[in-house]
């Protein structure tokens, strides 16, 4: 880009790109890739460290979900080391300033759910709270593991519009998403209306048999949850916090009307 604006060779825009890292004025984020360091910063020209801003800038398209976003709604109180990111590109992590940034591939088909948002007064691209469950029930090793998971589900059910979980379950198309949401929503005795419960069971396929846990962690065997066909390989005491309450979310007429 440096490059096309300057209208010179490559080797002058990396002679400009240098001179204004020495400034002040752009910071390197990895070879070829510089970070605009604007006036509002002062004299000193102090880089912005937010994580989020930087991540924003790696890839293309791109939004931040799974950990990274179960921890931005509220869901989790778990500080990630590393920052997730679903991407078009199959892209390697990368280390910037210290941080680990995570690209997880998703497919075109798959790529909503996600809107802008500000994080440290930087726009940025997030997963909406409906987006971010599904993730983490779909590729728990990016959200802290099926325990963390499990809690994130306990936190995330009475925050979350149910009408529009459905409506992207449905266009997910994926049973084993909704199998394990609806184990552990009965898990930590969260009580949903019988139309929505309905309409999840409606989106899972009949006979299929789905491990709770990856089955190199937790093996391939356990109890089966007839209901939600889930072989509950993981051990209540990983997926339970103490303390756990009944809760009850009922939706009202207009919501519940809204997702036939």
């Given at each position: 880009?440096?490059?096309?604006?300057?209208?010179?060779?490559?080797?002058?825009?990396?002679?400009?790109?240098?001179?204004?890292?020495?400034?002040?004025?752009?910071?390197?984020?990895?070879?070829?890739?510089?970070?605009?360091?604007?006036?509002?910063?002062?004299?000193?020209?102090?880089?912005?460290?937010?994580?989020?801003?930087?991540?924003?800038?790696?890839?293309?398209?791109?939004?931040f979900?799974?950990?990274?976003?179960?921890?931005?709604?509220?869901?989790?109180?778990?500080?990630?080391?590393?920052v997730?990111?679903?991407?078009?590109?199959?892209?390697?992590?990368?280390?910037?300033?210290?941080?680990?940034?995570?690209?997880?591939?998703?497919?075109?088909?798959?790529?909503?759910?996600?809107?802008?948002?500000?994080v440290?007064?930087?726009?940025?691209?997030?997963?909406?709270?409906?987006?971010?469950?599904?993730?983490?029930?779909?590729?728990?090793?990016?959200?802290?593991?099926?325990?963390?998971?499990s809690?994130?589900?306990?936190?995330a059910?009475?925050?979350?519009?149910?009408?529009?979980?459905?409506?992207?379950?449905?266009?997910?198309?994926?049973?084993?998403?909704?199998?394990?949401?609806?184990?552990?929503?009965?898990?930590?005795?969260?009580?949903?209306?019988?139309a929505?419960?309905?309409?999840?069971?409606?989106?899972?396929?009949?006979?299929?048999?789905?491990?709770?846990?990856?089955?190199?962690?937790?093996?391939?065997?356990?109890?089966?949850?007839?209901?939600?066909?889930?072989?509950?390989?993981?051990?209540?005491?990983?997926l339970?916090?103490?303390?756990?309450?009944?809760?009850?979310?009922?939706?009202?007429?207009?919501?519940?009307?809204?997702?036939r």
């Amino acid at each position: 880009m440096a490059r096309s604006m300057l209208g010179a060779s490559d080797g002058y825009a990396r002679f400009v790109a240098h001179r204004l890292v020495r400034k002040g004025w752009l910071e390197r984020l990895r070879p070829g890739l510089y970070q605009l360091v604007p006036a509002s910063r002062g004299t000193e020209a102090v880089a912005d460290w937010n994580p989020l801003a930087v991540g924003a800038v790696l890839v293309e398209p791109y939004f931040f979900s799974f950990g990274t976003a179960c921890t931005h709604h509220g869901f989790t109180e778990q500080v990630f080391a590393e920052v997730y990111m679903a991407c078009r590109v199959r892209h390697p992590p990368q280390l910037v300033r210290g941080k680990r940034y995570v690209f997880v591939y998703e497919r075109e088909q798959r790529f909503f759910g996600f809107e802008p948002t500000s994080v440290l007064g930087q726009p940025v691209l997030m997963a909406t709270p409906e987006r971010a469950l599904l993730d983490a029930l779909d590729r728990p090793q990016y959200a802290g593991g099926i325990g963390e998971v499990s809690r994130v589900v306990g936190k995330a059910a009475l925050r979350i519009s149910w009408p529009k979980l459905l409506r992207m379950a449905r266009l997910w198309n994926e049973s084993a998403i909704v199998q394990r949401l609806g184990h552990l929503l009965d898990l930590h005795r969260v009580e949903i209306s019988d139309a929505v419960r309905s309409k999840m069971l409606r989106l899972t396929q009949p006979g299929n048999k789905v491990l709770l846990g990856p089955r190199r962690s937790w093996g391939t065997t356990g109890r089966l949850d007839s209901t939600w066909g889930i072989i509950q390989s993981v051990p209540a005491e990983v997926l339970m916090e103490s303390g756990t309450r009944r809760r009850k979310i009922k939706l009202g007429p207009k919501r519940a009307s809204r997702d036939r």
